[in-house]
C-alpha cells in the first residue's frame, strides 16, 4: 500500500526486515515521498541496500519523474498505466496514444539515471495477439519489460523481452571484433559492415 494509506507505513516497516531486495510503492507521486518511504525503510531497520521500485501512476509523478528516477534508492520505475489513464481520463485503445508521451517522459527519466523502467500491465488476458503487440510497442519504446497480471502473458512477454539468436550471434561477434580491435590498438571496429 502506498505510504499515504493507513496500511502504508505498516506495510513497509514489515518488508524492511523481510530479507527482499526491493519493495514496490504504489502511488509515488514525487521524490519527496520516495524520501519518506525511504525514512521509514531505515527506520525500521532495513539495510541500505533494499531498493524501492517506484510506481508512477499520477499526473503529479509524471512531473516530479526524472527526481523519483534520479533518488539512489530507487531501483525501477513501473508504469502503473491503468490508474494513470484514469486519472488523465484517458481512453486505453489500441496503440495507447492518449499514453505515450508520459509514457516517454518516464522512458527519458529512466534512462538519464540509469534506471530500469517497466512497462504497465495489459488488463485484457483472453486477447494475447493485442498483448503481444503492446508488449512489441514497450520493447521498441525502450522499456526493459512488462508488469504481468496473468500467467498467460508470460511466454509472450518473454518472447518480446529475449534476444534472438540472431542477435546473440551478432553481440558476440561484436564482443570478438572488439577484443580483437582493442588489443590492434585500433578505436573503430565494424561487424557486418556497420560501425
Not at 56 to 63: D, G, K, V
Not at 158 to 163: E, G, H, M, R
Amino acid at each position: 500500500n502506498a505510504l499515504s494509506t493507513q496500511w502504508g507505513s505498516d506495510d513497509i516497516t514489515a518488508a524492511s526486515t523481510s530479507g527482499v531486495s526491493a519493495v514496490v510503492i504504489p502511488k509515488i507521486n514525487s521524490v519527496a515521498e520516495v524520501d519518506a518511504v525511504s525514512a521509514v525503510l531505515a527506520k525500521a531497520g532495513a539495510p541500505d541496500s533494499m531498493l524501492i521500485w517506484a510506481m508512477i501512476e499520477t499526473p503529479t509523478a509524471i512531473f516530479d519523474v526524472r527526481k523519483i528516477a534520479a533518488h539512489p534508492r530507487v531501483a525501477t520505475l513501473v508504469m502503473g498505466t491503468n490508474d494513470l489513464a484514469k486519472e488523465l481520463r484517458a481512453i486505453q485503445i489500441p496503440g495507447r496514444a492518449p499514453l505515450v508521451p508520459h509514457l516517454a517522459t518516464a522512458l527519458l527519466a529512466a534512462r538519464e539515471s540509469d534506471k530500469v523502467i517497466l512497462d504497465g500491465v495489459f488488463n485484457d488476458v483472453k486477447d494475447l495477439e493485442a498483448f503481444r503487440s503492446e508488449c512489441m510497442q514497450g520493447a521498441a519504446m525502450g522499456f526493459d519489460g512488462k508488469t504481468l497480471i496473468h500467467p498467460s502473458q508470460v511466454d509472450v512477454a518473454n518472447d518480446v523481452w529475449a534476444p534472438t539468436a540472431d542477435e546473440v550471434d551478432y553481440a558476440q561477434r561484436v564482443i570478438v571484433a572488439f577484443e580483437e580491435a582493442s588489443a590492434e590498438g585500433r578505436g573503430v571496429i565494424t561487424v557486418d559492415g556497420r560501425m
